[in-house]
């Protein structure tokens, strides 16, 4: 393969794992725009959406088959039952500690992430699971670069995903309300907007597209096991970080770049694979010295 | 009243130090090896609650301290050869050269962006321990040998027990004395209110840096006895959920409290071993314990008049 050939193919396989990570991203700046919460469970939410995708992909294909049919449905029942999820999980352990010390919020994350962790670790004796899906691995070829379908419809996806987001947040009278809930939450009350269901909402909206991203990191890669949802937490976080946390086009913008650098990393001397986690928190390390505010942020003076 | 209360918490303690030092003439080594880790997680959990309790910084990665501590005597004792009591000053050297260069720059973050800087530490010096030579790749380093002690090797539960007892010992009085110090005001004044405390003189970010730095000395100290007690270290003794442990031990027992953290070190050990027919779902049932605490006693188990 030429120098050229590499690039295209590094590109491809960086623009889906960055597509994965802004997904996840997207979950994290979402919250902690809203209520300045950290959600450590954020990363085991991704990895829980892909086993209730699992389990409903295996209720459906009887009926649906293993084709994209069958996957579309059973996305959408697991985004939404993974939604609720979200949103049970913000009643029960974040809703009580809204007003705690923020050490304490954070360790209740810490705790609930610990909690989904375990339980699908026991339920699957910590095994892989294999995705029942049967996609074939054909794909367009340009010269040596090879890419499959599956890998442009789950770009293609997590795009419309996007958009989809996106109109919701600046064109709907909930995303506008979102949106003001960032900004004063207390004025929002007092002009009249429901602050709680918002911020459930949020939590739904959240949970749902990291489960999205989960069920399509199963097709992606055919298995998933529970303990999946760890590192793409905490790789999401760095790209949410990258872009600017709170900011919802930078979730988006770091979590590619994330993915491009980590797909360019691989390729540079020196630094092969097996270094590449290191490359990612190197980068979140280095980010957080020099530009605590990410790409996309805005500088936030810390109230007294 | 108050007064007659506290001879009485004191007879309480100093029985109980006779019954730990006592135990060894009775007990078997199932018994002596199970209280060896607890007093080995009393030691590591006192040394992050200097951390997380006293200057309220949470850190997520603390095993990467230990894991210093752990691998500076292994390399030394087995690669060079040194004397395994000559290499506890170059772990609690490199550990607290860790805990500047994890520290320094991060201070400065916010609380939630220190947390994970941390975890990702923790988990650099895992994955750096695992792909490099001299640490012995995947599989880590093995036949570490047994020190000796005024000509005694230290092969026996016994002896092990009694070393992590001394230590353990050795933590409690320091975190007592830190307690009450300049410096351990300080850290709990940062802890309250950071601004106040910066306006009031208190160097925040040198403050912080030494709780960093004086959490990992515990955590480097505790890795090298621990390397020696086991004769084998492996990166995956150092994962994640071992900082998390560590974490659970402080919080459970209650942050900031020296009987509340040793009592946390406890449950940490006893739990499992108590509940052993749980099986698999033991870590679940002790993350389940951990959010009730959290949302129900969110100041840990241990009473705040008697800490």
Same mark, same amino acid.
């Given at each position: 393969m030429s120098t050229l050939d590499i690039f295209f193919q590094q590109l491809a396989n960086g623009l889906i794992l960055g597509s994965f990570y802004s997904m996840v991203a997207l979950g994290y700046t979402m919250v902690y725009g809203i209520i300045k919460l950290l959600n450590f469970a954020h990363g085991d939410i991704y990895m829980v959406g892909g086993f209730v995708g699992l389990i409903t992909l295996s209720l459906l294909s009887p009926f649906l088959g293993a084709g994209w049919a069958g996957i579309l449905v059973a996305m959408i029942i697991s985004m939404i039952l993974v939604g609720l999820l979200g949103v049970l999980i913000q009643r029960i352990a974040y809703v009580p500690m809204l007003s705690a010390p923020r050490l304490s919020i954070l360790i209740t994350a810490l705790a609930v992430s610990m909690v989904l962790y375990n339980f699908v670790m026991s339920m699957t004796s910590g095994e892989y699971k294999a995705f029942p899906v049967d996609l074939g691995y *054909? +794909? &367009? *070829?340009? +010269?040596?670069? @090879?890419?499959?379908?599956?890998? %442009?419809?789950?770009?293609?996806?997590?795009?419309?995903?996007?958009?989809?987001?996106? @109109?919701? %947040?600046?064109?709907?009278?909930? $995303?506008?309300?979102?949106?003001?809930? /960032?900004?004063?939450?207390?004025?929002?009350? &007092?002009? $009249? %907007?429901?602050?709680?269901?918002?911020?459930?909402?949020? @939590?739904?909206? #959240?949970? /749902?597209? /990291?489960c999205a991203a989960g069920v399509m990191a199963g097709v992606y890669y055919g298995s998933i096991h529970f303990f999946m949802g760890f590192l793409i937490g905490l790789k999401a976080f760095t790209a949410a970080v990258?872009?600017?946390? +709170?900011? %919802? !086009? #930078?979730?988006? &913008?770091? +979590? &590619?770049?994330?993915?491009?650098? *980590?797909?360019? $990393?691989?390729?540079? !001397? @020196?630094? $092969?694979s097996e270094w590449k986690d290191v490359f990612a928190f190197a980068i979140l390390i280095l980010l957080l010295l020099f530009k605590p505010t990410g790409l996309l942020g805005k500088t936030e003076i810390e109230r007294m | 009243m108050l007064e007659k209360n506290k001879i009485k918490l004191n007879n309480i303690y100093a029985l109980l130090v006779v019954v730990v030092l006592a135990m060894p003439l009775v007990a078997n080594n199932y018994v002596l090896n199970t209280f060896s880790d607890v007093w080995f997680y009393v030691i590591v959990c006192l040394g992050l609650n200097i951390v997380v309790g006293y200057a309220g910084l949470l850190d997520l990665g603390y095993a990467a301290f230990f894991a210093v501590g752990a691998y500076t005597t292994a390399i030394l004792t087995t690669t060079f050869d040194m004397n395994f009591w000559l290499t506890i000053p170059f772990a609690m050297l490199f550990a607290g050269i860790s805990g500047v260069i994890i520290g320094g720059p991060t201070l400065r973050l916010r609380s939630d962006y220190l947390a994970i800087v941390t975890l990702g530490f923790g988990e650099i010096v895992r994955l750096t321990a695992r792909n490099l030579e001299i640490t012995g790749g995947s599989s880590g380093i093995y036949g570490i040998e047994r020190p000796f002690f005024f000509g005694i090797e230290m092969n026996g539960s016994i002896h092990f027990y009694y070393a992590f007892l001394m230590l353990a010992f050795l933590a409690i009085f320091v975190s007592f004395r830190l307690q009450y110090s300049r410096l351990g005001r300080a850290w709990q004044y940062v802890r309250e209110d950071e601004d106040a405390a910066e306006a009031m003189g208190i160097n925040r970010v040198r403050v912080k840096l030494s709780a960093y730095v004086i959490g990992a000395v515990f955590g480097g100290v505790a890795g090298s006895f621990f390397a020696v007690k086991m004769t084998a270290i492996s990166p995956e003794t150092f994962m994640f959920t071992q900082s998390i442990l560590i974490l659970l031990g402080v919080v459970i027992g209650g942050m900031g409290k020296i009987p509340g953290v040793i009592c946390g070190a406890f449950i940490l050990v006893l739990f499992p071993e108590i509940f052993r027919f749980v099986g698999d779902m033991r870590l679940l049932a002790f993350a389940v314990i951990m959010l009730i605490i959290m949302l129900k006693r969110p100041q840990g188990l241990w009473p705040s008049r008697l800490g």
């Open positions: *054909e +794909g &367009l *070829e340009f +010269g040596n670069v @090879f890419i499959t379908y599956t890998q %442009i419809i789950l770009v293609s996806s997590t795009a419309t995903l996007m958009l989809v987001l996106h @109109f919701f %947040i600046s064109k709907t009278m909930y $995303g506008k309300a979102m949106r003001a809930i /960032a900004i004063d939450q207390d004025a929002c009350r &007092l002009m $009249g %907007i429901n602050v709680k269901t918002i911020i459930a909402m949020t @939590f739904f909206v #959240g949970s /749902a597209l /990291a990258i872009g600017g946390i +709170g900011s %919802i !086009p #930078g979730a988006v &913008l770091g +979590g &590619l770049i994330l993915g491009l650098l *980590e797909a360019f $990393g691989t390729q540079l !001397p @020196f630094i $092969g | -």
